[in-house]
């Protein structure tokens, strides 16, 4: 359910609207008595409506309005007041408020006005992002549940200008979530700055993170900008975030606490604005045990966690994704459209994929196109690894309901692919009693009418 946050520095008055809500239309709320505390947990969690009291001592609404805008948290606000002081509700509104009430407005209608606000605030997000993807190819594709819930928690951990940490294994997309995180956030008109951790020599590093002073060493004969002065205002994404060295992480802490860098070789920091975006494919909690990587580090980076599924737990996801690449292969080769033959198909679908996952797929599919001549890719071009290993092992974490739709979902996406796309044929073939009763059930799993 959405999170209702209630800031009132009367705390019987806001428990009691948390408590109204929660009670009237089952939203899920939290209570702020400070608009410090307010901003602090804004920071931290995904609020998705803000009911805000504007005459607090300390910080008062206004101020949580202005630093709501200039700090990029994406959440409607409802301005409540008692003293019926609608010049100060228009001043708020200007600020960016969604709309006001009176406190002395019964609660269902405040209910709704929550209700009308959360709505129309999607709304107005899924409007954004169809305009920014617009012309823009989608880079994670796949409909199965799991990316289904992948791309919703994407849509809701972008808004939110904390750090951070993305988990999975290697070759599952990581770096294709971190991209869609800044493209669906604020920041998307900002820059992309992209760090491989392990792919930079040790004594590179800090000064491509933070930069230096010409002569700050040898061969340093200008100034360099570090990553985080070239990503302030947009996204600074740190894959392997696992592989940097014990110095560099001190730094990096230092920079995430404190919101400023100091270039190798100067003597005065640089403010900088950049939201951190990580990944690793390691168990960084085992590295903690293992002493390799930070405790506080690592509890700074992981305010937000997006686990990117591995292919095996996705694979009705695999002709989508195999026919993706078996397109853009054949374009960026310059040869004729190939096709797959049904069989082959049906060799990816049961393979394991646990070596390197949609990376992996990539790798298979060009190795095939490179070894078809005709415009059939067919059994004899399967690699041998793909013939000889064991079928797909799933997954023991996921519930019995994901394992369930993943395998519902399986059947149907093979069974569609079998008849070639008609629906009819594949209802007989499924058993069901007409084409309608597996559109529905295509409805439901998220699998795409032909």
């Known amino acids: 359910m959405p999170l209702v946050l209630v800031v009132d520095d009367v705390r019987t008055l806001a428990e009691q609207y948390a408590y109204d809500l929660k009670r009237i239309a089952g939203y ?22 803000l009911i805000l009291d504007l005459e607090m001592p300390g910080i008062d609404g206004f101020e949580v309005l202005r630093r709501v805008k200039k700090d990029g948290f994406h959440v409607p606000v409802i301005v409540y007041t008692g003293t019926s002081n609608y010049d100060r509700c228009v001043q708020a509104i200007k600020l960016g408020a969604y709309s006001f009430i009176d406190k002395a407005e019964s609660m269902e209608r405040v209910a709704h006005e929550v209700g009308n606000a959360i ?13 920014r993807d617009a012309g823009v190819e989608r880079s994670l594709i796949g409909e199965s ?68 002073e010409r002569g700050a060493f040898t061969g340093a004969n200008r100034t360099h900008h570090g990553a985080f002065e070239r990503a302030s205002g947009g996204t600074l994404f740190l894959d392997e975030i696992g592989e940097l060295p014990a110095a560099a992480q001190a730094k990096l802490l230092r920079v995430l606490e404190q919101g400023e860098v100091t270039r190798l070789g100067a003597e005065r920091s640089v403010k900088v604005d950049a939201r951190v975006v990580a990944a ?13 990587f930070r405790e506080d580090l690592y509890y700074r980076l992981n305010t937000h966690v997006v686990h990117v599924p591995p292919l095996r737990d996705r694979a009705s996801d695999i002709l989508d994704l195999a026919n993706h690449f078996l397109s853009a292969t054949c374009t960026r080769f310059g040869v004729r459209r190939k096709r797959f033959d049904r069989g082959v ?14 990376r992996e797929l990539r790798n298979i599919v060009e190795r095939m196109v490179i070894a078809t001549d005709g415009d059939v890719i067919d059994a004899h071009a399967i690699p041998t690894e793909i013939k000889t290993i064991a079928p797909a092992k799933r997954a023991k974490t996921r519930t019995f309901r994901e394992r369930k739709s993943e395998a519902e979902r399986q059947i149907v996406v093979a069974a569609l692919e ?6 009819g044929r594949t209802a007989s073939e499924l058993g069901l009693a007409d084409h309608a009763s597996l559109l529905k059930i295509m409805r439901r799993l998220g699998v795409k009418t032909p």
Not at 29 to 49: F, M, Q, Y
Not at 345 to 358: C, E, I, P, S
């Open 119 to 131: 709505e129309r605030w999607r709304l107005q997000v899924e409007v954004q992002t169809l305009r």
């Open 280 to 292: 690793t494919h390691r168990d960084l909690e085992a590295d903690i045990k293992a002493g390799r």
């Open 28 to 49: 899920t709320t939290r209570v702020a008595t400070s608009g410090k505390e307010a901003l602090e947990i804004l920071t931290i969690e995904p609020v998705d409506c």
């Open 345 to 358: 198909l049906d060799a990816l679908m049961t393979y394991d994929w646990r070596r390197n996952n949609v």
């Open 418 to 423: 079998r008849n070639e796309g008609n629906v």
């Open 145 to 212: 549940e799991a990316m289904r819930a992948l791309d919703a928690q994407i849509a809701r951990v972008a808004a939110i200008p904390s750090a951070v940490l993305i988990v999975g294994e290697s070759g599952t997309g990581k770096e294709l979530v971190a991209s869609d995180l800044h493209r669906r956030s604020q920041r998307a008109n900002g820059p992309y700055v992209a760090i491989n951790c392990a792919a930079l020599p040790d004594s590179l590093i800090e000064s491509e993170l933070f930069g230096h």
